[in-house]
């Protein structure tokens, strides 16, 4: 049975590389104009005429988040950042101004707020290309959101080529098809400000490099590699980044997985000390990110007291929400928060969530059937090393994906509309891989 199914599996992997390149490109070419479009449609309130889109199903376009940074980028071009400390311009009086003031202090008055959640690296690039004209502004916006894109495009890619090349060109038109039928995956990913793509590069990257550390590559390299791209992605804001740091090590999983004839090694020395040392990389990669942002702060405020509260206020509401009364509205409590994961991790994308999963329960019910009928002596699941490594690599994607949620309730209660991105970085490509998966192999054992 398990030739059978490697035979069909080879069988569509049978493709040359020129010519899956040239679909590469064609699908870089489609999910970027999709992704324009879907971000103008949201923008000009097309999606209002959808019910329930804008707490459910559809997840609208961020509109405050991509005004900021625009605003921001004119800002920078008409008269320069100094007066916000070369951080974006704040414009939301109940949580950002808010924190700055409480940081300053009732002596200090400003005319102009800085937004002080993060170093703001997607500004930091995207005002380059005003050339300090403000007739650029828009020009710079534009090349922001279309590096956002390009760059998700080309995420994709890199899974869908894993895909490929560990199972089928099937599994590869998977992944692709869960992300360009995601509206809110397109719409986010044309953004100056969210730049999406940057969530998902430290676990491409271990799916691709970890292998090569396995055969005597340089890890000192490989960590040093995840530290930088932790830290990119913090620079660009902190949400997520337990999910982005988790994200780089499920990767061990399925490789140890597979090399131990699907079993989870976790008697392996290689196994536990690849994961630690990958937790020990990311945390180096945010501290970096937090002490470039504790600078940039201190710069502005003139001390390193303020500068540091520049950095734990924003994580503080929204985390825990001690100590402070921005977000007080969004109350921690058992039902807000099953609500908010229930939006998060059911209802958006609810389309994608049904495609992916329910063939993968399915599968589990036709083979506890078979299996108590004597249809089958035992559950194929378990018995080939790919698809098995594969199921624990799903596993520990959920536990990422969840990770944030559980971390940052006070973000996860106001924000549930942006929270689902945790389930892409991992838990959606790598489950409708397995969903495909598993469709091949019951097909080989009938």
Not at 17 to 32: G, N
Not at 285 to 297: D, E, N, R, S, Y
Not at 331 to 341: E, G, P, R
Not at 366 to 379: E, M, V
Request: hydrophobic letters at 50%.
């Amino acid at each position: 049975m398990h030739d059978r199914v490697r035979e069909e599996s080879s069988a569509m992997t049978n493709i040359s590389d020129p010519v899956w390149r040239r679909i590469t490109i064609v699908f870089a070419a489609i999910f970027v104009s999709f992704s324009f479009l879907a971000s103008f449609a949201s923008e000009r309130g097309i999606y209002e005429y959808f019910p329930l889109h804008a707490d459910y199903f559809i997840s609208g376009q961020d509109f405050p988040s991509e005004r900021l940074i625009r605003n921001s980028i004119y800002h920078y071009a008409d008269e320069g950042d100094s007066s916000t400390g070369g951080f974006m311009r704040a414009i939301d009086p109940k949580i950002h101004i808010a924190a700055v003031k409480q940081i300053d202090g009732s002596n200090v008055e400003r005319s102009e707020y800085p937004y002080i959640s993060h170093f703001g690296i997607q500004y930091q690039v995207a005002k380059f290309f005003t050339f300090r004209n403000t007739e650029m502004v828009e020009f710079a916006h534009f090349v922001a959101r279309l590096m956002g894109a390009i760059g998700m495009a080309s995420v994709i890619i890199l899974i869908a080529d894993w895909a490929r090349r560990n199972f089928s060109i099937v599994h590869s038109f998977g992944v692709f098809a869960v992300f360009i039928l995601s509206p809110a995956i397109l719409e986010k990913s044309f953004s100056a400000y969210w730049w999406t793509f940057l969530n998902f590069l430290p676990f491409v990257f271990s799916l691709y490099a970890y292998p090569r550390i396995r055969s005597n590559g340089s890890a000192v390299m490989f960590l040093s590699v995840v530290s930088l791209l932790v830290c990119l992605k913090s620079l660009s804001g902190y949400e997520y980044i337990t999910a982005v740091a988790i994200s780089a090590a499920v990767p061990v999983i399925y490789y140890e997985s597979k090399a131990n004839s699907g079993m989870l090694p976790y008697r392996s020395y290689r196994f536990w000390s690849s994961i630690l040392f990958i937790a020990m990389a990311a945390v180096v990669g945010f501290a970096i990110a937090g002490m470039l942002h504790i600078a940039l702060a201190a710069s502005y405020f003139g001390s390193f007291d303020k500068g540091m509260k520049a950095l734990i206020l924003p994580m503080t509401y929204s985390t825990t929400g001690a100590g402070t009364d921005i977000r007080s509205s969004s109350t921690i409590s058992l039902i807000s928060i099953s609500l908010a994961w229930i939006k998060t991790l059911a209802l958006r994308n609810a389309i994608i969530n049904v495609a992916v999963f329910v063939p993968i329960l399915a599968y589990l019910i036709f083979q506890i059937r078979d299996r108590i009928s004597n249809r089958i002596d035992k559950f194929y699941l378990l018995d080939d090393a790919n698809t098995t490594a594969l199921v624990w690599m799903c596993l520990f994607a959920f536990t990422a994906s969840v990770s944030w949620q559980m971390l940052a309730l006070k973000h996860t209660v106001a924000h549930s509309h942006v929270n689902w991105i945790t389930m892409y970085i991992t838990l959606i490509p790598l489950a409708v891989v397995l969903s495909i998966q598993l469709f091949v192999q019951r097909r080989s054992i009938r």
